[in-house]
């Protein structure tokens, strides 16, 4: 962090800090994915990808890998299921989970 950055802000940092070790330790990583979600999310990728070639856009626009892998954990929130993604991609990656 620059120096004039921290002498700027060095009270609203520290109370930040304070704060953060009096909160609530409930916090619990997700688990890492077993290996038939890993394939599942290589099967999601390489339908993204194949839409997007036919499209001619990057996959990464329709649905990148970190949003592909919370769809496949379970988060239905995703603006892959929305708009015009759901009707190119979502309800099929809906079909394949």
């Known amino acids: 962090m620059p120096a004039a950055t921290a002498q700027r802000s060095?009270?609203?940092?520290?109370?930040?800090?304070?704060?953060a070790t009096d909160?609530?330790?409930?916090?619990?990583?997700?688990?890492?994915?077993?290996e038939q979600q890993k394939m599942r999310l290589k099967t999601m990728q390489a339908e993204v990808?194949?839409?997007a070639t036919d499209l001619g856009i990057t996959a990464e626009l329709i649905a990148p890998?970190?949003?592909?892998?919370?769809?496949?954990?379970g988060e239905r929130d995703s603006r892959v299921f929305t708009g015009w993604r759901r009707d190119v991609v979502g309800r099929?990656?809906?079909?394949?989970?």
């Open 10 to 19: 060095a009270t609203e940092l520290l109370a930040v800090l304070a704060s």
């Open 23 to 34: 909160s609530d330790h409930s916090y619990v990583p997700p688990a890492r994915p077993t």
């Open 49 to 51: 990808a194949k839409i």
């Open 65 to 73: 890998k970190k949003e592909l892998s919370a769809i496949m954990l």
């Open 92 to 97: 099929r990656l809906l079909e394949m989970l």
